[in-house]
């Protein structure tokens, strides 16, 4: 079985397809009609999959408004009431389906933590229990023949429909047949019942929050009638945060996530969800681009808590805050040099180089380059004083995890290197190369490039950077809870993750690792900050 059906017009592929790709990190099973195969027969295809689908997530377009196909689809699922709407551009959602509430994505840009997004995924759950979510009540049974009922409605009100006879090849064998209206069906009027309430659990992050709902102070044993209403939440040192909660007809929980304030000189974060994944080299995952090296095997299970990423890598504007604030003097500042090319184009310690001066054009909004382990240590310990908060580097573990997306491929975005979503180097080594979205020989200014599922970006390219492990050779005895592995001096080497601007295309695979000593510094290498939830 399937979770979710996309049903959709084949000209708004390009905005589905990230869709898909972002309900599919977040654990669903999507199908959507590139999954089906030469040869196979379209019309049958697409009615095992209806069958076989928890909920059908309808996208709403012009283009999809006018398809017959794509109303057919809406009228089988409307029927088993398992219609969930996403509003993709403006357009006048066909009765009867707009008697089912959409989600807005028209201003959607894939993040995973856009609000409107999270609230489809609150929609996805009610027709896909999740073990965190209790489970919704089942649906009224539809009153009068079902079928035959929506029909006729969508006959009344667009006239002669051509997607009718496409609906009627979805139907089950023993399905009664669709005869077209010829007058208004007669719908008996539901028998009113009192008003129930049911209780409403609110648990905040953090527990001191202060939440109302419709302006009043949150009481725990308060009950409340099945309906909509507003919620606000604030406490000291975090986002306000407004939303809206659908009472339906049972007890239910909702989980309220306040999001901590952040000081201008903070790099965004992310807020990456806990789950289990195989880290290191799965053959037929990672074996891509001139195959798997040694060091990322033997692949293995790894469970993560839920934690935090920045967005990007840290910037040259967020390093100079962190430089005026301290007075910090970097590796290659207090060494006088930093591993790249000379005027005459050979690999050295060029001298006078540094994060300041990187031997390429850089703007704030470029990755910090040139820095040491232990430069971007001082960063994210300075970064926690300055804030109150645990920022740290990412595990290794956790820096693989969050890199994938959820994908299940080599890259986030597939099994073959593109510079439409990450900026790398030529297909051999080494050096930079501008192609297609990527016009940057060198560094190009963070989040230039797609988001993945989690909503990250340049995880793929751009820099390398650092994590908090020590360097092991292999995963032999690596931990399954994702913490950083111990055991190694001061000077011993740590791990680089993520390949760089001048990378081959080997070495830009979410799996790929390095390492360096805790001092070694480079025109492409980085960092991003982390934080523990």
Aim: proline residues 8%; charged residues 25%; hydrophobic residues 35%.
């Amino acid at each position: 079985m399937t979770d979710i059906f996309i049903s959709y017009s084949n000209q708004n592929r390009d905005w589905v397809k990230p869709l898909a790709a972002a309900l599919e990190a977040r654990g669903y099973s999507v199908w959507w009609d590139p999954d089906i195969l030469p040869g196979q027969h379209y019309q049958a295809v697409i009615q095992q999959a209806l069958h076989a689908a928890g909920c059908v997530v309808v996208v709403w377009t012009p283009e999809s408004v006018a398809s017959d196909y794509v109303r057919a689809e809406c009228l089988w699922a409307f029927s088993k009431r398992n219609l969930v709407g996403v509003l993709a551009r403006d357009a006048t959602i066909p009765t009867p389906f707009n008697a089912v509430h959409a989600a807005d994505l028209r201003r959607w840009k894939g993040r995973a933590d856009d609000v409107n997004f999270r609230r489809l995924l609150r929609g996805i759950a009610l027709l896909n229990p999740r073990d965190d979510i209790p489970p919704p009540p089942p649906p009224p049974k539809p009153v009068g023949s079902g079928l035959k009922v929506l029909a006729a409605a969508m006959l009344l009100a667009g006239g002669a429909w051509g997607g009718l006879e496409i609906f009627k090849s979805f139907q089950e064998p023993n399905s009664p047949a669709v005869q077209p209206a010829t007058a208004p069906v007669s719908v008996p009027e539901p028998v009113p019942e009192p008003p129930k309430a049911y209780r409403l659990v609110v648990e905040a992050t953090p527990a001191d929050a202060v939440v109302m709902i419709d302006g009043q102070p949150y009481q725990a044993e308060r009950t409340w009638r099945a309906g909509t209403y507003r919620i606000h939440a604030e406490a000291d040192g975090y986002r306000p945060l407004e939303d809206s909660v659908t009472v339906r007809a049972a007890d239910q929980t909702v989980t309220v996530e306040l999001e901590p304030e952040q000081l201008p000189f903070e790099p965004q974060m992310i807020a990456i969800p806990g789950g289990t994944f195989t880290m290191g080299c799965v053959p037929e995952r990672d074996d891509v681009e001139g195959g798997c090296y040694d060091d990322e095997k033997p692949a293995h299970e790894v469970t993560l808590k839920p934690f935090w990423l920045a967005k990007t890598e840290v910037t040259v504007g967020q390093f100079r805050a962190f430089v005026d604030s301290t007075g910090h003097k970097t590796t290659a500042e207090a060494q006088g040099s930093c591993r790249s090319y000379d005027k005459d184009g050979q690999w050295s310690d060029v001298k006078g180089r540094s994060w300041r001066k990187a031997g390429f054009e850089q703007t704030d909004e470029h990755p910090a380059v040139c820095l040491s382990w232990n430069d971007a240590q001082a960063y994210v310990n300075w970064l926690s004083r300055e804030t109150g908060k645990d920022y740290r580097l990412p595990t290794e573990a956790e820096w693989e995890y969050a890199a994938r997306g959820g994908a299940k491929t080599a890259y986030f975005w597939g099994n073959k290197a593109s510079h439409e979503y990450a900026n790398y180097g030529k297909d051999e080594c080494c050096d930079g190369l501008a192609s297609g979205r990527d016009q940057w020989v060198h560094t190009s200014p963070v989040g230039s490039f797609p988001a993945n599922g989690f909503g990250l970006q340049d995880m793929n390219g751009n820099v390398y950077e650092w994590v908090q492990d020590c360097w092991q050779s292999d995963y032999t005895n690596a931990r399954p809870d994702g913490g950083a592995r111990p055991g190694c001096d001061a000077n011993a080497s740590r791990v680089l993750r993520g390949g760089s601007w001048s990378s081959v295309p080997r070495n830009l695979r979410s799996a790929y690792r390095s390492a360096y000593n805790p001092v070694y510094r480079n025109f492409y290498v980085g960092f991003r900050a982390a934080r523990t939830n």
